[in-house]
């Protein structure tokens, strides 16, 4: 495997249910990010986790709760959603650090519908 | 207070034809800037970047894009379309390097007839 991916690609839950998204990067990057994608809405960043320790939280409702247990690895769980949060959620890492320009490499995305 | 505008949701051109799409920023810093492309249910794909080098910047898939510093510009530009150039293309700025914050253009859905 080369790069971001994320698993699963598509995902429907029932209001009540817990899942969770995953993502992995390949690119020995040291930062990763959730992003979510609602139809015509900008790009929202939601978490950032900077060497394994989250560094920001966008106001996210805690029904998303966020994991980073290394640097390779995040996931997002996700417990009693409402219709509203279907979107594609998108994985990204970079390489952070005072030399880098935080060139973001994003994974395909896990398409989520709550019902 | 930095942002990013991207000044048309929607660009339509015929195949063979040029491409322009149009992003300009504002910030009190010096910029880097990226132009990223979403195909339909794909992620984003990094097309070029500027970070203070050459003011025209060369990509892949044949774009590039122009930084104007007197105008506070980064337009993306394409000498002929093609189909597969179909897609979102978002304009992207960040105005620190060590920093994790990105700031996303809403988006140009570009359309090619056929």
């Known amino acids: 495997e080369t790069g971001v991916t994320q698993t699963p690609r598509h995902l429907v839950m029932g209001m009540t249910n817990k899942k969770s998204l995953k993502c992995e990067q390949h690119?020995?990057?040291?930062?990763m990010y959730w992003y979510k994608q609602s139809a015509k809405k900008p790009l929202e960043l939601m978490f950032v986790y900077n060497f394994k320790e989250q560094t920001e939280n966008n106001s996210v409702p805690s029904r998303f709760s966020p994991e980073c247990p290394n640097s390779s690895h995040l996931f997002l769980h996700l417990h009693t959603l409402q219709p509203e949060d279907s979107a594609l959620y998108l994985c990204a890492s970079s390489q952070f650090g005072q030399s880098s320009y935080n060139e973001q490499f994003f994974g395909p995305g896990t398409r989520l519908t709550v019902l | 207070a930095q942002s990013v505008t991207q000044l048309d949701s929607h660009v339509s051109v015929s195949e063979g034809t040029p491409v322009l799409l149009r992003c300009n920023y504002s910030?009190?810093?010096?910029?880097?800037l990226f132009w990223y492309v979403q195909h339909p249910n794909k992620g984003l794909q990094l097309l070029l970047k500027y970070t203070s080098a050459a003011t025209l910047v060369k990509g892949i898939n044949g774009f590039e894009a122009e930084f104007k510093k007197s105008e506070t510009s980064f337009h993306l530009t394409k000498p002929s379309a093609h189909m597969s150039d179909a897609a979102e293309y978002f304009c992207?700025?960040?105005?620190?390097?060590?920093?994790?914050?990105?700031?996303f253009g809403t988006g140009t859905r570009l359309t090619v007839i056929p």
């Open positions: 690119l020995g990057h040291n930062a």
């Open positions: 992207v700025v960040t105005f620190s390097t060590g920093a994790n914050n990105l700031f």
């Open positions: 910030s009190s810093y010096s910029p880097s």
